[in-house]
């Protein structure tokens, strides 16, 4: 199933009143989001004249480059998710579209208002858009994308045109196909990858300060600059504002797309040297699943890994170690989380018998003294 990922203008109208004028509609032109309950009657209204079965596919640019992405991607099967900006126009444009790509052209559709609307996208307070509109726009990105992009399509054609700049490099870093229509005609554009040269280990070498300072920090940029040592070549990152009379300092929109994307960044440590580094291409793809996996299954624990009883985490326990249960295919990962939160997966076997294998167990409490003591490598994964 692929993802579009479709960010909502007010086309829809635009087109409706260069054909014939209506006031009702002209009534919500800038109304921020918040005035919603309030107009909601009128929305009902304005609704009834966009009733799906009779809505022409050019009838707004959302509908119109949806059903040519859905074409361009042939026999894959498409859901919607549309976002819409902080105004009541954009909320109505998403829920009228919604209606008409289910109804009349069968498509799944998903826009939730109360997740899907988001806060602070709005181009009449520039500072309101940069902190927090495209802020909470990256974090819905992540959300609807649940960590995985290879199924994820971003469609920029209708939103507001300030949003280009931003979507489309949180779609570079993340390698996630972006398609737009190309002004007034038929043509769907795909904008291409580009090999982005990212210089990830600044936001490793600094992460406490990204940390702080996507939260805010109430201090000047120089005097925080001078106090973390911190090098010119940070600055692109940062915005300084004032804030009732007190400097403030933080991660600009761009600081913002990039932390987000280092923070889904994890680390396996390995032996340096070690067997892994011989290991075939094939063999390597497996033990990445399988890395990936025991990841994932020790970020969802219940309870402390001490305490658990799963029999996969922690299939059998060696000195200070655990074995992790691999099955597709069959392995076993000898593991343990430092108390710093490393993962270092100290050493592994295929299990090749379709019987029970226990003799890796045998070998791994051979070896792991002197794995132990041997300098550690960090395989980074994403």
Request: charged share 20%; glycine share 6%.
């Amino acid at each position: 199933m692929i993802k579009v990922i479709s960010t909502v203008g007010t086309s829809l109208f635009d087109n409706y009143l260069k054909e014939k004028d209506n006031p009702l509609i002209r009534t919500l032109a800038g109304k921020p989001h918040s005035a919603w309950a309030g107009l909601s009657e009128r929305a009902d209204r304005i609704k009834k004249l966009f009733t799906p079965g009779i809505i022409n596919s050019s009838a707004s640019a959302e509908i119109k480059s949806v059903l040519k992405i859905r074409e361009t991607l042939g026999e894959q099967e498409t859901e919607i998710h549309l976002i819409a900006s902080d105004t009541v126009e954009s909320r109505l444009a998403a829920e009228i579209i919604a209606e008409v790509l289910q109804q009349q052209y069968g498509m799944p559709v998903s826009f939730a208002p109360e997740k899907d609307v988001i806060i602070g996208l709005q181009v009449h307070q520039p500072r309101l858009f940069e902190t927090e509109g495209v802020s909470n726009l990256i974090k819905r990105f992540e959300e609807l994308a649940g960590g995985y992009y290879a199924n994820v399509v971003l469609n920029i054609t209708g939103g507001y045109k300030g949003l280009i700049p931003h979507l489309t490099i949180m779609a570079q870093i993340n390698s996630v196909p972006v398609y737009y229509l190309f002004e007034h005609t038929e043509k769907l554009i795909r904008i291409p990858q580009t090999p982005l040269d990212i210089n990830w280990g600044l936001f490793e070498k600094y992460r406490e300060v990204f940390s702080q300072l996507a939260e805010g920090v109430e201090k000047s940029w120089q005097q925080y600059q001078r106090e973390q040592n911190i090098g010119e070549d940070f600055q692109w990152c940062i915005e300084e504002i004032e804030a009732h009379g007190q400097p403030l300092i933080a991660l600009n929109a761009v600081g913002r797309i990039f932390w987000h994307r280092y923070n889904r960044f994890f680390y396996v440590y390995v032996p340096a040297g070690g067997k892994y580094f011989t290991e075939s291409p094939d063999k390597k793809r497996f033990l990445h699943q399988a890395f990936y996996e025991l990841h994932r299954r020790l970020g969802l624990l219940p309870s402390p890994l001490e305490t658990l009883t799963d029999k996969d985490i922690k299939h059998c326990c060696i000195s200070d170690t655990y074995v992790f249960k691999f099955t597709n295919p069959q392995l076993r990962l000898q593991y343990k989380v430092m108390p710093d939160g490393r993962l270092v997966v100290y050493n592994y076997y295929f299990i090749n018998s379709s019987q029970v294998d226990n003799s890796y167990a045998r070998k791994m409490a051979a070896e792991y003294p002197g794995l132990a003591a041997s300098e550690l490598t960090a395989l980074t994964f994403s």
